[in-house]
């Protein structure tokens, strides 16, 4: 297994050879311009509800199946109900119902107004099953089996650029996120304020020339950097130890430039924004960020009281209910997002939300949803269209003969038009970052003509 | 706080006192308090002993049967002979009214003995039979007379059947009976009891060793041969007249070495050109392998330890220690090793003690298994001074003795009293103390006192923590490791959350059960864990109802709490096992509404599903009878049962355990010696904890060793444990508090991390960057502190009479990582000891304890003490 440190070290030496400083060049993730490409994947964990998420309220049985949780259609400027996404959200696709947004979602409408952000309202993958952490698993190695490594890590591993230790991070929360652990090291950084080590009896700050600023840091590279790995544990925490060393300073650097700008926005000291707000400032410095695993987690395992039935308001945006708050909160910290980014940066960056399966198409007895099949996924950022994906067109029993929404849409082909159509990865190493999955080109992204 | 302690009193202790009057209770002394004039005539005249009587059952269909007696009722159920149900025992309350026992019986005659009927019949009439899955009915009236005679017949003809011993309660061994719910009342316990006897010996003998008692050691060397050669009286050593000739190096006994070659005090012969080394001189060191031995010098300059009695060293990595004669000649060893090292290896000699220290790495004996380690007395202040070259030959060999395992996953980590008491008494004998926690000593930790850290009284929110701080406390102070390793273990496995309900003083209740339980039977912690009311509302089974099923519990009993995802059981049973569990609620039981809200499982046959309940072919392939009124409570008690001795259970939960102490990547022969233990002992813990640990390759397997990576609450406790750490008086919150937000910071969030499995075990969800600044920073606020909480390294390193850096070194590093830990690890705490002026801790006017700061500070950053 190449490590990190066998990676290392044979730059080290073919620069010495080269005798350039920086050793050999690779391709970045780019086009044309020479810009670097961002895939963000954000993971819903716990089952995200597509139904409430972007409501199918034109369709009677979803009324009659959720008597209690299903979200009337818009109706004005009435903010209890669905919000209208227009004709688009209809036209693309045959025999489709019509979906509508969260009213807790109003601020991704602006996205969505843009031309900009999709949504696949029944997505899954084949072999799913209905339980959380065997869906979260393969989702993340990219096929149902024993795999190790993510599909983002098999995309490090197979799309040469030059070896940076921020081209792939975990953002906002402390784990490894499957989909990007494996033979490269990458870092998880919870958010760019003390995210170093310091130790008053080791290091030496203000002591002159030659003496060690981070002395600590050093000792643990210093030590990390030798070859000699008992076990794969050893390697492991190494190549860890490794990567958090090689971080610190960029990190540091980006969130010292971020902090200059006074335009920043205050984003929510969630994973998500926190997350969101870190790859805002490597991004905005310049920084070769490829792939980032983060979460957004608001407790969307709503087997029951989906809503407050006991809400003196509207139960739908009772902000009271943390449910609606965080759902709302989620959707500022996207548009934050968006804004700070500007149209710019936005082209070179997609941001794809999901979630390990939707949840029952009827409620349960407890005002809740219980597990399901297909879920919405959506994306906004780069080449995105403004496009729905293979839909339902109810869930009537008649139709739908199972208690969920079926597999409609495979993750792996959104991930893989992302890849090839934004991140510009030849097609044809689709089928190694997703191991016997053959591409089927959904359009759900413009060509990248570059 | 005296207000907390008596409310927890009230609280648990009911659940202690419970276990421990079953325990002292032999089965024996109940049967004869219970030993009855019955009075019902007809069984008197049936029974020659009046406390047992015979039955006879015949059964037209061959099949699963569910046997069934209330427990606590003193009755004993044999059917052909094969003891079924014993419930003479003492049960918990909490755990359910009956005994549930399921076997496979062919169709034909069976004979039924019933021992311990009660004097008014009341007893009999509730021991119940049904074909699996069908509704129960009395035992009794479904039987007839039988005589001794008629008995004999039976059991005769069914021991000549083919396969007869499949007749035989399938999840009962032998000889030590099922008992499904086996808190209080089972006979395995009393089996513990015994066993705890035995192994009580072994500890009280070997306690009074400790690994800073040189004299153990001290005696070995003069005792080891024929020889009474006191080097020091003849060669003695004249410092002015050594200078560049070394020093008179063959002691008169020198020429003893060829007939006597194992002996201790001869020496090696140093000579201008080293000879192939003769014997070995070091003296034995198991009982004080972390400081050096008193010893009796030889030589000018030698080894005074090293290796065991045949001169062994463990080949991944030992220290060896030496001592100088006469320190004010030599302040240094350069020593050379054959094969050699790539860099030069020069020691420091301890200005008052002479001592140095030597550490060899498993680089070394990479080239060779036979070292030789060549030293020479050096001056640094003048090159012209140095001693004659003594030569040693050390042997490496594969570390088979298991201290590594036992101290890095028995344990929640080493402390430098465990490390030598685990290398005096040995793995075997300390994995079967640790399984019989009560013959361990805890009275050290009891005076902490560390029910006075729960903050009932507060809020929730300070309660959690309490708890939190409680739980470390327990897992870094208590002499019962295994147990909190354990009880950890169960509590995770039936992990469960406080979630918009009021349910807080549960999780208190439960984490105690897991403790106290953690050697106990699966089959209670998952009835147990079912009828939880924390369990009830985290996964919604309160809100499940007949109509209204929520299948949130259905769905996680069986993927986490039993048979694993891939048990084989269908979408379809999950609703089924949803229905199952109708009506499975709990209910408040203080309703003073004084302080944290007390609940207790409730059984409400209203919002029971009556219904039939078909499991598919493909999982259970049976139908539990749907049942009304209170017996529906019995469906659960049954697919409990059933799913407890399920196969897949068996491998599931093993896998589990096996990756915990074992290898993240369970090893799947471990997983099936700990299921086939879980098969025979009807799923005790300690048989499958015996399966696994006393399997060989359990310490022989190198690819089992320093391959797992320690969890942030680990890397906590283990870092208390090896420095010493304790609150100081008055600093209890600060102390815990700080530790608390370290693994929390680093993800570890016991009690309320939201997903129902539990934290992960594996070392790949511990290791990441953000895990390792939130661990390392805070980490740094305690070693910054080290005093405030408890630590005073440089006495603890003086009183285990250690003077240099190599020593030093050498020793936090042990007790830090089990022994295993790397040169470039060893060297970093040389460098940072030694300073610029060196590491003198005995001078007066010299002040080490930043220094010990510092390689304190540096060992929490290595991968070897992250690593177990």
Redesign the interface.
């Given at each position: 297994m190449a490590t990190r440190r066998d990676f290392m070290k044979s730059l080290a030496s073919a620069a010495a050879v080269a005798g350039v400083a920086g050793g050999p060049q690779f391709t970045f993730a780019q086009d044309a311009s020479g810009r670097t490409k961002t895939f963000i994947k954000v993971f819903q964990?716990g089952g995200a509800d597509g139904l409430h998420l972007f409501p199918l309220y034109n369709d009677p049985a979803y009324q009659q199946y959720r008597p209690d949780l299903a979200i009337l259609g818009p109706n004005g400027n009435d903010g209890g109900r669905a919000i209208s996404m227009g004709s688009a959200a209809a036209a693309d696709r045959a025999n489709t119902g019509i979906r509508g947004m969260n009213p807790n979602l109003a601020p991704l409408m602006d996205i969505w107004d843009s031309g900009n952000m999709m949504l696949a309202p029944a997505t899954s993958f084949d072999g799913a099953?209905?339980?959380?952490?065997?869906n979260q698993r393969w989702i993340g190695t990219g096929e149902r089996n024993n795999l190790i490594d993510g599909y983002m890590n098999r995309y490090m591993q197979e799309v040469l650029a030059a070896q940076h230790p921020l081209r792939g991070i975990?953002a906002g929360?402390?784990?490894?996120s499957t989909e990007i652990?494996g033979d490269i090291a990458v870092?998880?950084?919870?958010e760019s304020g003390?995210?170093?080590?310091?130790?008053?009896?080791?290091d030496n700050f203000d002591c002159g020339d030659g003496c060690d600023d981070f002395r600590?840091t050093s000792?643990?590279e210093?030590?990390?950097s030798?070859e000699?790995d008992?076990?794969?544990?050893?390697g492991?925490?190494?190549d860890?130890?490794l990567?958090?060393a090689e971080?610190i300073q960029d990190v540091a650097a980006a969130a010292q430039a971020y902090a200059m700008d006074p335009n920043a926005p205050a984003y929510s000291n969630s994973d998500l924004g926190r997350g969101l707000r870190l790859c805002a400032q490597l991004i905005k410095h310049g920084l070769p960020l490829e792939m980032v695993a983060m979460d957004w987690?608001i407790?969307w395992d709503t087997?029951?009281?989906q809503i407050d039935v006991n809400s003196t308001g509207n139960p739908f945006i009772d902000q009271n209910k943390s449910y609606n708050a965080r759902m709302a909160q989620g959707a500022a910290d996207f548009k934050r997002f968006w804004d700070d980014l500007g149209p710019e940066l936005m082209q070179d960056v997609v941001v794809l939300v999901g979630s390990e399966f939707g949840r029952t198409k009827k409620q349960?007895?407890?005002v809740?949803t219980?597990?399901g099949n297909g879920g919405a996924w959506f994306a906004f950022g780069g080449p995105t269209r403004m496009a729905v994906a293979e839909d339902v067109s109810t869930i009537d029993d008649s139709v739908v003969d199972r208690n969920w929404l079926p597999h409609l849409t495979s993750y792996r082909d959104i991930i893989g038009e992302i890849m090839v159509r934004h991140m510009g990865m030849e097609e044809n190493l689709v089928s190694t970052v997703f191991p016997n999955h053959t591409f089927n080109d959904l359009g759900l992204f413009t060509s990248n003509t570059a | 706080m005296g207000d907390a302690v008596n409310h927890l009193r009230n609280l648990s202790w009911p659940l202690l006192a419970a276990m421990t009057v079953g325990l002292s209770t032999p089965v024996l002394a109940q049967a004869e308090a219970t030993t009855p004039t019955v009075s019902f005539s007809d069984l008197i005249a049936e029974a020659e002993q009046p406390e047992q009587i015979l039955r006879k059952l015949v059964l037209e269909t061959a099949g699963m049967y569910t046997v069934r007696a209330p427990a606590n009722s003193g009755l004993q159920v044999l059917i052909d002979g094969n003891l079924l149900i014993d419930a003479t025992g003492t049960r918990l309350d909490d755990v359910g009214a009956d005994i549930t026992a399921f076997v496979s019986l062919d169709a034909g005659d069976h004979a039924v003995t019933i021992m311990g009927v009660d004097e008014e019949n009341s007893n009999i009439s509730e021991v119940t039979v049904n074909l699996a899955g069908q509704a129960p009915e009395q035992l009794f009236a479904l039987t007839t007379e039988l005589d001794d005679l008629e008995a004999a017949e039976i059991l005769t003809a069914r021991a000549a059947l083919p396969g007869a011993a499949e007749a035989a309660p399938i999840l009962a061994a032998s000889s030590s009976p099922f008992t499904p719910f086996a808190i209080g009342g089972g006979s395995s316990e009393d089996a513990r009891s015994a066993a705890a006897a035995a192994t009580a010996a072994v500890q009280v003998a070997s306690a009074t060793t400790s690994a800073t008692a040189p004299s153990t050691t001290g005696t070995t060397s003069s005792s080891g041969g024929g020889t009474t050669t006191v080097a020091s009286s003849t060669s003695p050593l004249s410092p002015g007249a050594s200078v560049s000739s070394g020093v008179p190096s063959t002691p008169a006994s020198g020429g003893d070495t060829p007939t006597a070659p194992d002996t201790p005090t001869t020496p090696g012969t140093p000579t201008p050109t080293p000879t192939p080394p003769a014997p070995t001189t070091p003296t034995t060191a198991t009982t004080t392998p972390l400081t050096p031995p008193e010893v009796e010098l030889t030589e000018v300059v030698q080894l005074t330890s090293a290796g065991n009695e045949e001169g062994l060293v463990p080949s991944t990595g030992t220290t060896l220690f030496g001592a100088v004669m006469t320190d004010t000649v030599f302040d240094q060893v350069a020593v050379t090793f054959d094969p050699p090292r790539d860099e030069p290896t020069v020691v420091s000699v301890g200005a008052e003690t002479g001592q140095f220290a030597v550490r060899m790495f498993?680089?070394d004996f990479e080239g060779a298994s036979e070292v030789t380690v060549t030293l020479v007395g050096q001056l640094s202040s003048n090159a012209e001074v140095s001693s004659e070259p003594i030569s040693y030959t050390v042997t490496g060999e594969a570390v088979q003795d298991g201290v590594g395992q036992a101290l890095s996953r028995l344990t929640f980590g080493a402390t430098p009293e465990l490390y030598a008491r685990v290398r005096a008494i040995g793995f075997e004998a300390f994995v079967n103390e640790q399984l019989d926690p009560d013959s361990i000593n805890n009275s050290a930790f009891n005076a902490m006192s560390p029910d006075e850290l729960l903050d009932l009284d507060s809020n929730t929110n300070n309660f959690m923590n309490s708890l939190r701080d409680y739980d470390f406390a327990h897992a870094a102070f208590s002499e019962r490791q295994l147990q909190e390793v354990m009880g950890r273990f169960w509590a995770n496995h039936f992990h469960a959350v406080t979630k918009?309900s009021n349910v807080y003083l549960q999780n208190l209740t439960d984490r105690e059960f897991y403790r106290e339980n953690a050697f106990g039977n699966f089959e209670d912690m998952l009835l147990y864990s079912a009828r939880s009311p924390l369990m009830s509302q985290y996964?919604?089974n309160d809100?499940?109802?007949a109509?209204?099923?929520?299948?949130?519990y259905a769905?996680e009993i069986l993927?986490l709490s039993s048979v694993g995802?891939n048990g084989g059981y269908s979408?379809d049973d999950i609703i089924e096992v949803a229905k199952i569990f109708t009506g499975w609620d709990f209910t408040e039981v203080n309703d003073d509404d004084e302080g944290l809200n007390e609940y207790e499982f409730e059984f409400r046959p209203d919002r029971h599903d009556t219904s039939d309940k078909v499991i598919s072919e493909g999982f259970l392939n049976m139908t539990i009878a749907g049942r009304s009124g209170a017996e529906g409570v019995q469906e659960g008690e049954e697919l409990i049962a059933i799913l407890a001795q399920h196969p897949s259970t068996r491998s599931f939960v093993c896998g589990k355990i096996v990756q915990l102490l074992v290898a993240?990547e369970a090893p799947a022969d471990l997983v099936a010696a700990c299921a086939a233990a879980w098969e025979t002992s009807g799923g005790e813990v300690v048989p499958m904890l015996e399966a696994i640990l006393l399997d060989p390759s359990y310490i022989t397997a190198v690819?089992y060793?320093?391959?797992?990576?320690k969890s942030p609450f680990e890397f906590a406790t283990s870092f208390v444990r090896a420095f010493g750490a304790s609150p100081v008086a008055g600093e209890e919150d600060n102390f815990y508090r700080r530790f608390r937000e370290m693994y929390m910071d680093?993800?570890y969030i016991p009690l309320t991390f939201?997903?129902p499995?539990g934290l992960p075990e594996v070392?790949?969800?511990?290791?990441?960057?953000?895990?390792?600044?939130?661990m390392?920073?805070r980490m740094?606020t305690i070693?910054?502190n080290a005093e405030d909480f408890g630590i005073d390294l440089v006495d603890d390193l003086l009183d285990a009479g250690l003077e240099t850096a190599e020593e030093v070194a050498g020793y936090l590093l042990a007790v830090s990582t089990g022994d295993?830990f790397?040169k470039?690890?060893f060297d970093?705490l040389v460098t940072?000891l030694s300073g610029s002026d060196g590491f003198t801790p005995l001078d007066p006017d010299s002040d080490e304890s930043?220094s010990v700061?510092?390689a304190l500070?540096?060992i929490t950053?290595?991968?070897?003490f992250?690593?177990q």
């Open positions: 964990r099953g209905r339980s959380h952490f065997d975990v929360k402390t784990s490894i652990r870092p998880a950084i919870r003390n995210y170093d080590i310091t130790n008053r009896d080791l600590m000792i643990m210093e030590i990390a030798h000699v008992l076990s794969a544990a050893e492991n925490v190494k860890n130890q990567v958090l971080s987690n407790g087997h029951r009281e349960n007895g407890s809740g219980d597990h | 498993p680089e918009s996964l919604d809100a499940n109802s109509n209204n099923i929520n299948e949130n769905r993927e995802v979408e993240d690819e060793q320093r391959n797992k990576v680093a993800g939201a997903d499995t070392g790949a969800a511990w290791t990441s960057s953000a895990k390792m600044v939130a390392y920073e740094n070693t910054e295993r790397t470039p690890e970093t940072l930043r700061r510092q500070a540096a950053v290595t991968p070897s992250l690593l």
